[in-house]
Structure formats: structure tokens, C-alpha cells
Nanobody, 118 residues
Framework: QVQLVESGGGLVQAGGSLRLSCAAS????????MAWFRQAPGKQRELVAS???????NYADSVKGRFTISRDNAKNTVYLQMNSLKPEDTAVYYC????????????WGQGTQVTVSS
């Protein structure tokens, strides 16, 4: 069972930046897609950004132009660069993987808290 470990969260002022990392316990080279989700208190978990094995990315409208997802297959790590952070970005951020086209996202990590103060 693959393990995903997120890190890089913290407290930042509005307008600031953070870089999240997701380290996988096994190779992500052939994984169909990796993604970042987030869940704010009282809200459902939502997809923030995804990247497939070909490097094609997809973003939620709320983060387009501010967040960038990337993957380093040699390090089995996925990153989320978050710039121009807003208080509404406050949430627990989770990493997940989608093994193939036929699978849903799963293998959730423990999450990392991001808090943006106004």
C-alpha cells in the first residue's frame, strides 16, 4: 500500500506563498495522475489541482493563476506552489493518486494544514 506524506503547510499572511510537498513511498512514474485536494471546516473536500503522467495540469477556477502543481518522478514527489494566498485558501490540503484511468483518486495522505490570515 503506497503511503503519501504531505508537508510544507503553515500560517501565512494574505498575499504570501507556501510550497507543499507530497512524498510517495513508491514510484509515481507510471501513475495516471496525482492531485492536491483541500477541505475547509464544514465544507466538502474539493479538487485543487491535478497533474497526469504526461505533465498535463488541471486547476480549480478558484486557484488558477495562483497555484502551480508539478511532479518530480525521480524523487517520487509532487509539489503545489501556492502564491497570492487568500484567507479562503485556509484548509487542510491532501495529496492523492489515481493509478489508472479506471480508478478514482485514493491513497490519501494525512494532510497538512494551511492557514492564511487577513
Amino acid at each position: 500500500q503506497v503511503q503519501l506524506v504531505e508537508s510544507g503547510g503553515g500560517l501565512v499572511q494574505a498575499g504570501g506563498s507556501l510550497r507543499l510537498s507530497c512524498a510517495a513511498s513508491e514510484s509515481i512514474f507510471s501513475i495516471y495522475a496525482m492531485a492536491w485536494f483541500r477541505q475547509a471546516p464544514g465544507k466538502q473536500r474539493e479538487l485543487v489541482a491535478s497533474i497526469n503522467s504526461g505533465g498535463i495540469t488541471n486547476y480549480a477556477d478558484s486557484v488558477k493563476g495562483r497555484f502551480t502543481i508539478s511532479r518530480d518522478n525521480a524523487k517520487n514527489t509532487v509539489y503545489l506552489q501556492m502564491n497570492s494566498l487568500k484567507p479562503e485558501d485556509t484548509a487542510v490540503y491532501y495529496c492523492a493518486r489515481r493509478r489508472s484511468f479506471f480508478d478514482a483518486f485514493g491513497s490519501w495522505g494525512q494532510g497538512t494544514q494551511v492557514t492564511v490570515s487577513s
